[in-house]
């Protein structure tokens, strides 16, 4: 396993459209601690919650009409088991998702041995009214691209019997698709697949590569853009506009800064000595410049992209810059996580931010160096609402400025 989120599983049974198996190691609690976790999840309530038990085994097949789901607990060593019609099952949505690493821990990047996160869910018809949903969390060895998550995708569709397909979401970071046993507005017929997969010899359908290069974005909302600042004016090719007031935050931290600079020369005034002087420098240094970094990020901003000047004007509180459209190689959409520790009142969590940012080059130079035009606002726990908000900004510009764009994701 990777984590204790969602085990990775490895296919070891694939009959393309008749029989499709997964298996998963997962672990025990060590004996020693068994009665201690049992009274543990006695006195809190939650051995049975859903988020305590992750997919061990999975297997569909065709030849019984059945999709059988057996799941482990995270914490005790125990297993149960669910068996659905596959006449029951009306759909499929499989989708990649993002999964924050622990900690202050770096994200690994997909490889075929740390493969993406991806979440199946079962439209399950039990009676009448609307079919439920039965979410699989999995992580499969080999499925590291989106072009083989989409493989996969199809891989479960066809084995459960669905025959159309429909992309619904494309970008550089997610895919989506959900299929259904019967048409659909929008869908197509599910791709045909010969053989059985094959994941580290990088083999797919032409499908899946095809669903993986197709963008589903939405339309920029720039009216209810959550940034920082306010897009006043948004209108590519012909003039983008981008305010951003000056934030109190910076006010408490002048002073702050003033006292880190100033710490050294106190130190040595008053006692005269060198090792409490070194002491003070490296302390006001640190806690001045976080300081500055604040108040940096705390200034107000004006951001003009003139289509009819070619120009983009970035202007603050003290300095203005204009930029030159020929000077642009391609813009960014950097996506930032910032791991929050914990106190006695609050748990630990991650915030999320997304920043575009214009790479820009000097004539008769190579070099590119990342200025920063619209950021949103940071999300505590919310990795995709920021995302979600700056990617259909990030594609508008870049194709009405004609460059590349490219997306990176939270590390």
Not at 28 to 40: D, I, K, N, T
Not at 50 to 58: A, F, G, I
Not at 182 to 192: K, N
Request: charged content about 25%; overall charge neutral; proline content about 8%.
């Amino acid at each position: 396993m990777t984590g204790l989120a969602t085990p990775v599983v490895r296919i070891t049974a694939d009959e393309p459209g008749r029989l499709l198996a997964l298996e998963a190691e997962t672990a025990a609690v060590p004996e020693a601690l068994s009665s201690f976790v049992r009274g543990l999840v006695r006195m809190t309530g939650v051995g049975d919650d859903d988020e305590w038990w992750r997919p061990k085994r999975l297997r569909i097949d065709r030849a019984t009409g059945t999709l059988t789901i057996v799941e482990g607990h995270a914490l005790r060593d125990e297993e149960r088991t669910e068996t659905i019609a596959l006449s029951d099952v009306t759909g499929l949505t499989v989708r990649t998702r993002y999964a924050a690493p622990s900690g202050r821990d770096p994200a690994v990047p997909p490889s075929p041995d740390a493969p993406r996160h991806l979440q199946a869910v079962a439209h399950v018809r039990d009676g009448p009214g609307d079919p439920r949903d039965r979410p699989i969390p999995l992580q499969v060895l080999g499925v590291d691209t989106r072009e083989k998550a989409a493989d996969f995708a199809y891989r479960l569709g066809a084995a459960l019997g669905l025959r159309h397909q429909r992309l619904v979401r494309g970008d550089p970071r997610r895919i989506e698709i959900s299929m259904t046993r019967e048409d659909a507005p929008g869908s197509e017929s599910l791709p045909s697949i010969d053989g059985p997969a094959d994941y580290w010899g990088d083999k797919v359908v032409a499908a899946a590569v095809a669903a993986a290069a197709a963008l589903r974005i939405g339309a920029p909302d720039p009216a209810r853009f959550p940034g920082k600042g306010r897009i006043t004016r948004w209108s590519p090719g012909d003039e983008v506009r981008y305010h951003k007031a000056f934030e109190g935050l910076a006010i408490g931290c002048f002073p702050v800064a003033l006292a880190g600079l100033l710490a050294a020369p106190a130190a040595w005034w008053l006692s005269g000595d060198a090792a409490a002087t070194v002491v003070a420098l490296v302390v006001g240094l640190l806690f001045g410049g976080m300081a500055l970094v604040v108040i940096a990020k705390s200034l107000p901003l004006d951001l003009r992209i003139l289509w009819p000047e070619q120009a983009i004007v970035v202007k603050g509180l003290f300095n203005a810059r204009g930029i030159p459209f020929r000077e642009v190689a391609s813009l960014e959409l950097q996506c930032v996580r910032t791991y929050q520790s914990g106190s006695r009142s609050q748990s630990a969590y991650n915030n999320y931010s997304c920043h575009l940012r214009a790479h820009v080059r000097a004539p008769g130079t190579l070099e590119a160096r990342p200025v920063d035009l619209i950021s949103t606002r940071s999300f505590k726990a919310d990795a995709e609402t920021p995302y979600d908000a700056a990617l259909p900004l990030t594609k508008g510009l870049a194709e009405a400025l004609g460059v590349e764009w490219r997306v990176t994701d939270y590390e």
